[in-house]
T-cell receptor
Framework: GENVEQHPSTLSVQEGDSAVIKCTYS??????FPWYKQELGKGPQLIID?????GEKKDQRIAVTLNKTAKHFSLHITETQPEDSAVYFC????????????FGSGTRLLVRP | KAGVTQTPRYLIKTRGQQVTLSCSPI?????VSWYQQTPGQGLQFLFE???????NKGNFPGRFSGRQFSNSRSEMNVSTLELGDSALYLC?????????????FGQGTRLTVV
């Protein structure tokens, strides 16, 4: 069935270091891959996304890469700051006419000051 | 521009009761989808509506249902509540109709079943 695996489940980095979170999807028909940040008591917030016709996308300190052949995609956060501490979710969307996101299990990122 | 609004924010219900949750999407968005978030199962898709039609449904029992109105607002209903239904219920809206446009989530409704 449809599945998205996400690693690591927890990640602790020193402020200023980089953080990388990796996801693997199972359905080769997936064509849209968003990343969400969820802070305590809040709903997930879209931080960056990538479509299957693009290999890499960057927005300031955040970048996402996609390897369609390997069905892998990754989130890279550079120059981490304490406010980056949150739970991050990757997701994949099936290529059909309806909207259905399959989420990874989440990565709890802690940025130590 | 107002975001996705979910009401109520918190609910406490007793086993066997039913509950209705509401979601108002971003103005102009016609697709509304619902997700259940629990510590054990993570974020799981419930169903998605576009132009008042349910287009997709996740693997949940029939006790979970929903609908969408002509103004794109959506409600979900859970009947005969069980303890395991305690969760954060999230609504997401997108322009639609395709599944590769941005989806924006509300703050969620925290349901506790006692």
């Amino acid at each position: 069935g449809e599945n998205v695996e996400q690693h690591p489940s927890t990640l602790s980095v020193q402020e200023g270091d980089s953080a990388v979170i990796k996801c693997t999807y199972s359905d080769s028909a997936s064509n849209y891959f968003p990343w969400y940040k969820q802070e305590l008591g809040k709903g997930p917030q879209l931080i960056i996304d990538i479509r299957s016709n693009v290999g890499e996308k960057k927005d300031q300190r955040i970048a996402v890469t996609l390897n369609k052949t390997a069905k892998h995609f990754s989130l890279h956060i550079t120059e981490t700051q304490p406010e980056d501490s949150a739970v991050y979710f990757c997701a994949a969307s099936l290529m059909d006419s309806s909207y259905k996101l399959i989420f990874g299990s989440g990565t709890r990122l802690l940025v130590r000051p | 521009k107002a975001g996705v609004t979910q009401t109520p924010r918190y609910l406490i219900k007793t086993r066997g009761q039913q509950v209705t949750l509401s979601c108002s999407p971003i103005s102009g968005h016609r697709s509304v989808s619902w997700y259940q978030q629990t510590p054990g199962q993570g974020l799981q898709f419930l169903f998605e509506y576009f132009s008042e039609t349910q287009r997709n449904k996740g693997n949940f029992p029939g006790r979970f249902s929903g609908r969408q109105f002509s103004n794109s607002r959506s409600e979900m209903n859970v009947s005969t509540l069980e303890l395991g239904d305690s969760a954060l219920y999230l609504c997401a809206s997108s322009l639609g109709p395709g599944g590769n446009t941005e989806a924006f989530f509300g703050q969620g409704t925290r349901l506790t079943v006692v």
